[in-house]
């Protein structure tokens, strides 16, 4: 008797590849800008434009469920893409499903279906480098999107043919940061090697004008006259600047002169209107009163937190449950805090619990904000005066009058908001994290 053979069950769809989301966002965006007013689309906004129903987007846009070939090239088409081989993967062409849901902790990648966007700072943000010779100051507390937003940008303007370049702050230790001439040398053989050019330094720095002046020498009479296209120079992590502020003083005063001269209009300020910089500041506590730097030139971006109707958005994006019941619930639990609201949402896609339960545990130390709270605590716990004003918040039920420094540091940091003069906490996972803490 002939043994009947299985036959393997054949897989079929396909699912949108790394280079068809980055093409396909790129394109979302442009569409959001140009006819939307900045607006991010919204599962129904982007039905309405493609003809395809809110279930296949979410599946699409999540990149963990197969579609067929012809859902895709709808999508595309209807933000005038032709699709591509390159776009898509068959399920047949890997041997492993789809990459799942992705724990945010830091910078958004530029292929995640969970990067939100809050207009009109996406839009801001990419007009301002359109403009010649333009500084932009994007500052917010630690994981609240800086990044993930300035990289979107910087995405955009190589689209368009800018040159873009990242220098972190964090990189200048303290060989580097223990005088001005050492720092602003660094910078500038950091910025040349990046840019593929030969280190000019020891022909162009003359010791008797300064080291402002010849650094500004070196990035006009050099660097800026090499470049054939506009220059985006990110400086990432300038709060890292703050411990040393006499340097901090001198450089950004100096990156101060560099925007004013672009103004000019003369050979000079045309060469100057070559460069844009991006200023990315996370705000800390410092041991000095960092409102004395100089830093109240250009576009300033205080990023926001997210709002519910972002909430709502993202939660559909993780496919969990009724966005309309969640959202509130995460709104006001974490206050919108980005970071904290992706933490949430990856938890709860993972994991067979409920938000309830997972409120209920939130500042036990198996809870997936332990690591947050912890840092959040330790910082306070240097500063004597701000955690005082902290047990203060914790102690009343309504806002509350603070000396306006600690006020300020508070807000800085995420940990409090003010309205009117008067302070409280962010969010109910921070009321209840200290108030267990500081009352042991």
């Known amino acids: ?241 703050f411990e040393a502020p006499d340097i901090a003083v001198d450089f950004f005063s100096m990156l101060r002169v560099w925007h004013e001269i672009a103004k000019y209009g003369n050979e000079s300020g045309n060469l100057w209107k070559m460069l844009r910089l991006i200023l990315v500041h996370s705000h800390q506590i410092y041991s000095f009163d960092d409102v004395h730097v100089p830093l109240n030139f250009g576009v300033t971006l205080d990023l926001p937190n997210f709002t519910q109707i972002q909430i709502s958005d993202l939660i559909e994006r993780y496919g969990i449950g009724r966005a309309d019941i969640l959202a509130p619930k995460l709104a006001h639990f974490l206050g919108g805090r980005p970071n904290l609201v992706q933490l949430t949402l990856h938890a709860l896609s993972q994991k067979n619990l409920s938000i309830e339960e997972l409120m209920q545990t939130a500042v036990s130390p198996e809870s997936v904000f332990a690591d947050h709270l912890l840092q959040c605590f330790k910082l306070l716990e240097r500063y004597s005066e701000l955690l005082s004003s902290m047990r203060q918040l914790i102690q009343s039920n309504q806002p509350i009058l603070l000396p306006p420094l600690q006020s300020l540091q508070l807000v800085r940091l995420g940990l409090a908001t003010c309205q009117n003069q008067k302070t409280q906490v962010h969010c109910q996972l921070y009321r209840a994290y200290f108030d267990s803490v500081l009352r042991q």
């Open 1 to 241: 008797m002939l043994k009947r053979q299985s036959k393997q069950r054949r897989r079929r769809g396909v699912f949108l590849s790394h280079t068809g989301w980055q093409r396909l966002q790129a394109a979302e965006h442009k569409f959001e800008v140009q006819e939307n007013q900045g607006v991010p689309s919204t599962l129904e906004t982007l039905s309405a434009k493609t003809g395809l129903s809110p279930n296949t987007i979410t599946k699409v846009r999540r990149q963990q469920a197969a579609v067929d070939r012809q859902t895709l090239e709808i999508y595309f088409n209807a933000f005038d893409l032709a699709l591509t081989a390159e776009d898509y993967q068959t399920l047949e062409s890997t041997t492993s499903p789809p990459a799942t849901a992705e724990a945010i902790r830091g910078q958004v990648p530029l292929n995640s279906p969970f990067y939100i966007s809050r207009p009109p700072l996406e839009s801001l943000c990419y007009e301002t480098m359109q403009q010649p010779g333009a500084l932009l100051h994007v500052r917010a507390p630690q994981q609240t999107g800086k990044t993930s937003l300035v990289t979107r940008t910087l995405l955009q303007a190589r689209e368009n043919g800018l040159t873009t370049l990242i220098v972190s702050m964090r990189l200048a230790d303290s060989a580097v940061t223990d005088s001005l001439e050492n720092f602003l040398r660094w910078f500038c053989a950091v910025v040349t090697r990046n840019l593929g050019l030969k280190n000019q330094l020891s022909e162009l720095w003359d010791p008797f004008l300064g080291n402002s002046f010849n650094c500004t020498a070196y990035f006009e009479q050099y660097l800026l006259a090499e470049l054939d296209e506009p220059l985006i120079l990110v400086l990432d992590d300038v709060d890292s600047l």
